[in-house]
């Protein structure tokens, strides 16, 4: 079982930098993929995912460049850096976790059996 909460969202304006932070609880925590999420209406849209060892990451087209997700292992936690911020980036953002996604399926929501509450980002122009 894995418990996340997000922090570090904010207002902040365009061309601005937040960076989010996802505490997990759990001891085996270092053995999970985990993965941002931003909700559109009713999706959730693929940001960046992590694997368990953060030798390999992912990113969503729209953030390639300008955000880049890492982790501690021995703190729990996983971080976005989000920089050049757009206001298209609004959002909540959702972590998320799974002991099982493979590298292809990264992005699918449906792969994960663990979510935070979220955390609202709003960039203004």
């Known amino acids: 079982q894995v418990q996340l909460v997000e922090s570090g969202g904010g207002l902040v304006q365009a061309g601005g930098s937040l960076r989010l932070s996802c505490t997990a609880s759990?001891?085996?925590?270092?053995?999970?993929?985990v993965a941002w999420f931003r909700q559109e209406g009713k999706e959730r849209m693929f940001v960046a995912g992590i694997k368990w060892s953060g030798a390999t990451t992912l990113y969503g087209d729209s953030v390639k460049g300008r955000f880049t997700v890492s982790r501690d292992n021995a703190k729990n936690m996983v971080y976005l850096q989000m920089n050049s911020l757009k206001p298209e980036d609004t959002g909540v953002y959702y972590c998320a976790a799974s002991a099982t996604v493979i590298n292809s399926a990264m992005r699918a929501p449906s792969q994960y059996a663990y979510w935070g509450q979220g955390t609202q980002v709003t960039v203004s122009s």
């Open positions: 759990g001891r085996t925590f270092s053995r999970y993929t």
